[in-house]
């Protein structure tokens, strides 16, 4: 009876034994698979961000595109025009064409606080542009194109060396035009404003706002931009990874 005993007994702890080292086998192997899911999960992650960065390019490429195939097709149209004139010209020599009369003064303001992009592009192409520098209330026309996303528009002002606004900022919160371009996430807009020789360093943060100004009310301000801020911190809480880093290799 003893013996019999002590034969379960021993039975029993060998038991125990195979349990507690197939258990230690199974929880090393748990470990490993967890190990390997949490590499797979950072390879993921590092994937889509650079897949995020690609298409951010891609994007800003496309909007590069658009805008050549708009010079070209407003080049085209120019042509046709100046064509069918001429033939009109040859058949009553007697009847001389008048001069065309410049736009009015406001007509590129009317054009972009009306959204209409083509149109205001279409003035952008004469060699002066009356009303260019005119002061509009509190925000420069160019801060406006940004704000309105007609980005074509906002690198073609940026083009025009006779364009002097490019340091002017909002009255109310003391935005920068690469503030606002960086905070609507429009990369070519921001290469173009850092091309441009006189945007100032000294102009780069968010200065206090008229006394009075009600910021909250600001054309496309986010209650989260406190007066230092830079365009670099506007593009890094935004999430625009492409501007971030144009910014940080232009040391801005």
Known sequence: MTQDLKDAIADSEQR????????????????????????SLKKANEQIAEMTVRMDMLRAAAVTVQVAQAGEAAEEEVAEEAQSE??????????????????????????IRGNKGCEALELLKLPQV??????????????????SDLQEVAVELLRRPDFLQVNEKHI???LTCLHRAALKGQLQVCKAIL???????????????MPGS????????????????TALDIARREGWQSI?????????
């Not at 195979?18 to 199974?26: G, N």
């Not at 600001?218 to 801020?229: A, E, F, M, V």
């Not at 971030?244 to 801005?252: D, I, K, S, Y």
């Open 195 to 209: 091309a441009r020789d006189d945007f100032s360093e000294a102009q780069a943060r968010i200065t206090q706002g």
């Open 214 to 229: 009600t910021r909250a009310l600001c054309r496309g301000l986010p209650h989260n931009c406190p007066i230092g801020s």
């Open 244 to 252: 971030v880093e144009m910014l940080q290799l232009a040391n801005w």
């Open 86 to 111: 001429s033939g009109a010209s040859d058949t009553s020599s007697l009847d001389p064409q008048e001069p065309a009369q410049p736009p009015p003064s406001d007509a590129l303001w009317i054009a």
């Open 130 to 147: 009356p009303g260019l520098n005119d002061p509009k209330g509190s925000c420069s026309m160019l801060c406006w194109a940004i704000a």
């Open 172 to 174: 109310d919160s003391g």
């Open 16 to 39: 125990l034994h195979f349990l507690s080292t197939t258990t230690q086998a199974m929880q090393a192997e748990v470990q490993e698979e967890v190990k390997e899911l949490q590499a």
